[in-house]
Nanobody, 133 residues
């Protein structure tokens, strides 16, 4: 079974950048599309971006348009989310999630809207990002 572990969160000043990592184990990452979500206190979990597993295409139609870059290296079993120009409102727990598109037929990272949280089968424990001066 796939396990995901996020890291890279921390305290950063407004305007700064962070790169979050999502390390996979238990199965080959190449079978999975990966997404990042975030959840601030008292708010619903919201999608940030996703990356497909077949052509590594990305979809940034989430809550941080123009400020994130998603990349993956299946040989290293890792996906990275770089966030730039961080703002206090970006403070949240950031989660990575995975889905096998063959098992979850109908899943696509390429549609205009990001797939919702219910479309993913595996989740990490999250990493806290706090943006404050």
């Amino acid at each position: 079974q796939l396990q995901l572990v996020e890291s890279g969160g921390g305290l950063v000043e407004p305007g700064g950048s962070l790169t979050l990592s999502c390390a996979a184990s238990g199965d080959s990452l190449e079978f999975y599309a990966i997404a990042w979500f975030r959840q601030a206190p008292g708010k619903e979990r919201e999608g940030v971006a996703c990356i497909s597993n077949n052509d590594w295409s990305t979809n940034y139609a989430g809550s941080l348009p123009g400020r994130v870059t998603l990349s993956r290296d299946d040989n290293k079993s890792t996906v990275w989310l770089q966030i730039n120009d961080l703002r206090p409102e970006d403070t949240a727990v950031y989660y990575c999630a995975a889905v096998d598109p063959i098992i979850r037929s109908g899943y696509s990272c390429a549609r205009a809207a990001l797939p919702g949280a219910g479309r993913y089968d595996y989740w990490g424990q999250g990493t806290q990002v706090t943006v404050s001066s």
